[in-house]
């Protein structure tokens, strides 16, 4: 519609102007002695419009010859950037399906515009380290610190790659320290940290890092548990060469870990290597009372006082209270037979030691029941019971010399 209206307005204004021109009886005299040129109006009026036609036609093309320099490398830019786009798209698609060879070609491709340089090296470097390749991972790597807008993005790379890497584990810190001098807070960088300091070793900050996820519900109870158990089972030792460190250590392990069948057993052992049964002592039994364990029980059985002890007697008695809980607990009935030996209550030693063979499922439970039998019937003067059980052991520690 609107294209009829323009062509009908054309066609108007073509009729009005021949119109005007047949009654137009205006002459343009042009005279520069000796010459002299004689125009009608509507001649000159149309020879004054076709030299602006030419004049603007001129002008033009010499605007656009001058531009073309600009337009061409404009044109080249947009095509470079179209190509570099292009590549970046492949790479990360390429990097997806596992084709990491292919993803560090387009990479390369891609980061020839410096504007997708930086995300083309976290690419490349990525898929370098998954071609175990980590000269090139840390050329791109070193690449991409050109960019400063992607410094997080980068950091996070290095701190995960470098993580992967038993060798880079110092480097890998170095990038987390940077990262955390940030104010780096955010959930994968805890988890990314908590890695590569648990396999530096790095226990207090592995405990710290714990305790920042847990407070997020951002650890699996079970793997928060162990990665605790881990750090004090090498703290507590660590700490064990005088009472005074290992006291200040324990005093500062909370509660619910020190109740832990892992850490109470490592304690256990650590205050029993300085002479502290006592205090090995109640360990495990703080830590039997909230939660039963058989490695509890084992280091209970080790942590036993001197013979005629105050404490040796009060071992045997939660013995006996744990007892009428679980009586059919074999590890705990050769507990208190192994008390109750030490103590020299040669009866209720040899009744729990016998109750632990008839309940006993493991080989390890069975042969200490016949060995600490054997020493009991040793100390009653009984050495024909004494090899029998002796014996016993024997078989249990080498089934095969029951085929004898």
Known sequence: MRFFLWLFSLFAAAIGLAVLARFNPGNVVLFYPPFRVDLSLNFFIILLVALFLVL????????????????????????????????????????LEGRFGQAEKSSNRAAQLPANAGLASLIGARAAHRLLQPARRDAWLQQAEQ????????????????????????????????????????????????????????????LRLVRLLDKRSALHPTLSRRLRDLAYEDLLPAAGHDVQTLKALWSTIPTVDRVSPAVAVCAAQTFMALGQQQEAAAICEKALTTQWDASLLRAYRNCAASEGSATLLAQVEYGENWMKERPNDAELALTLGVLCLKQKLWGKAQRYLEQALTDAS???????????????????????QAASHYRQCAITTLPRLSKI
């Open 56 to 95: 603007y036609a001129i002008v033009n093309t010499l605007r656009a010859t001058l531009q073309m320099p600009a337009r061409v490398e404009q044109y080249r830019a947009a095509k470079q950037q179209r190509d570099s786009n292009r590549a970046l798209h492949e790479a990360l698609k390429a990097f």
């Open 362 to 384: 493991e080989r390890s439970t069975v042969q200490q029941a016949h060995l600490q039998l054997a020493q009991l019937h040793e100390a009653l003067d009984q050495p024909e």
């Open 147 to 206: 960019d400063h807008g992607l410094r997080t993005a980068r950091l996070m790379t290095t701190i995960e790659l470098l993580g992967d890497d038993n060798k880079e584990g110092d480097a890998a810190l170095v990038a987390w320290q940077e990262l955390n001098a940030s104010g780096i807070r955010h959930l994968h960088a805890l988890r990314l940290a908590l890695r590569i300091n648990q396999n530096a070793r790095n226990w207090q900050e592995v």
